[in-house]
């Protein structure tokens, strides 16, 4: 039976990605899920897959070097899937350093553990034993809007905040393994995600959420900032993809030619509450336009992102499946049927969070 190593697994992808893989492979694969639970991590989004046999939770950081060694030590490991991140680029421009810690120490660390439990002293590595860093677009940067221009996976990294940074150096600091050491490994870099389990820090969340609520939605500058949306299944169906058939060594782009401005995206989430929500239903009242507010800019803020999905659409036959307006539906569905786990997500540490980040916004 292969088993996976699953980092960050009780974040938004990472539990996609692992109910994804147990709806595909069932008990044919085995899943240890080590995550340290910080903030953006919550236990809650794992309870269906809790019971199984095949499924094992550890608690630990991906910079403890010995945690880590001592899983590769207890568990004969094929595949590792590395999410654990700090992932919130706001976060970033408030506190960089654990950043730096997570993204860049932990990613040497989970690529040092694995160099050591895999590669035979011929500085081989055995068939099937494979490494998938999961990272993002914004290591390209910013592109100009109203440009043509899309991400390759030959564009210079040009990241520009403390997020985008710390994920470009250990995007580097992969590279640099399987250059140096021959280390069984692949990149990806994705766009924008959305879908359930999203912590409501992100955009497409927190205006979910504070609409029904009735708050203020506070849309950064003009609004006409984009972003390239994706489903989140089939970003999980990407990285499976990438690492069953995918050539090894290779960076693949994953992103659905699916670029909408913030403001878009504001209204269209407006709209399809209005359609999903029931006619009796009492916050029809208040969830319209007159909710968004313009807010002060996100400092250093990428004005367009857009993924040229060439690459693994020609070689893997990979192109996603979920339209935006299907998926966005989908969403806002799961978010309304999902209010325990809001509410347990947005109580306590959240409110004080959202209080110091849009003070003055
Ligand atoms: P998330 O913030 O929802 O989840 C991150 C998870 O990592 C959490 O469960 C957290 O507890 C865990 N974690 C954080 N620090 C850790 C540490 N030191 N040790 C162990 N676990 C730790 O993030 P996400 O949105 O699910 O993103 C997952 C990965 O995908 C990240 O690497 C991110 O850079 C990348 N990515 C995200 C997007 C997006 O739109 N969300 C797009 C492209 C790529
Ligand atoms: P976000 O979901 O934080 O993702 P990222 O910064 O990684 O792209 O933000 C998506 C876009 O939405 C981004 O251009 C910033 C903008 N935004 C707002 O306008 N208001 C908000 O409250 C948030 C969180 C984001």
């Known amino acids: 039976m292969r088993t996976y190593l699953v980092t960050g697994g009780a974040g938004f992808i990472g539990s996609n990605y692992i109910h994804y893989m147990f709806r595909k492979y069932g008990d044919e694969i085995r899943i240890i899920n080590v995550d340290v639970l910080t903030y953006a991590g919550n236990l809650e989004n794992l309870r269906a897959v809790e019971g199984r046999d095949n499924y094992t939770f550890v608690r630990a950081n991906i910079c403890d070097r010995e945690a880590i060694e001592k899983i590769f030590a207890d568990n004969e490991i094929d595949r590792v899937v590395h999410f654990a991140a700090e992932s919130h680029v706001d976060r970033s421009i408030v506190n960089p350093g654990v950043f730096v810690e997570t993204n860049v120490l932990g990613t040497a660390t989970m690529l040092n553990a694995a160099r050591k439990a895999w590669e035979r002293p011929d500085g081989t590595y055995p068939e099937g034993k494979k490494f998938l860093h999961v990272s993002t677009d914004e290591v390209y940067g910013s592109l100009p809007d109203d440009d043509n221009a899309f991400f390759y996976e030959t564009t210079p990294y040009q990241p520009h905040s403390p997020y985008s940074a710390s994920k470009a150096g250990s995007d580097m600091l992969v590279k640099a393994y399987m250059d140096t050491y021959h280390f069984p490994a692949n990149i990806t870099n994705c766009s924008n995600n959305y879908g359930p389990y999203q912590f409501p820090e992100k955009m497409i969340p927190l205006m979910i959420h504070n609409a029904l609520e009735g708050k203020k939605l506070p849309v950064y500058g003009d609004g006409m900032n984009v972003r390239d949306w994706l489903y989140v299944e089939d970003h999980a169906k990407a990285i499976d993809l ?63 992102y857009a993924i040229a999905p060439d690459k693994i659409k020609a070689e893997l036959g990979w192109e996603p499946e979920t339209m935006f307006a299907e998926g966005i539906k989908k969403t806002i569905r799961w978010y309304f049927e999902s209010e325990e786990w809001m509410a347990h997500a947005t109580s306590g540490a959240y409110q004080e969070y959202y209080e110091k980040m849009y003070a003055g916004r």
Not at 245 to 270: A, D, M, P
């Open 242 to 304: 990438v690492q069953e058939k995918g050539r090894l060594f290779e960076t693949y782009n994953i992103g659905g030619h699916n670029e909408k401005r913030n403001i878009e995206i504001v209204k269209i989430i407006l709209a399809t509450l209005r359609e999903v929500l029931p006619e009796n239903d009492p916050r029809r009242a208040h969830v319209n336009e007159d909710l968004i507010t313009f807010v002060e800019d996100r400092k250093g803020h990428d004005r367009r």
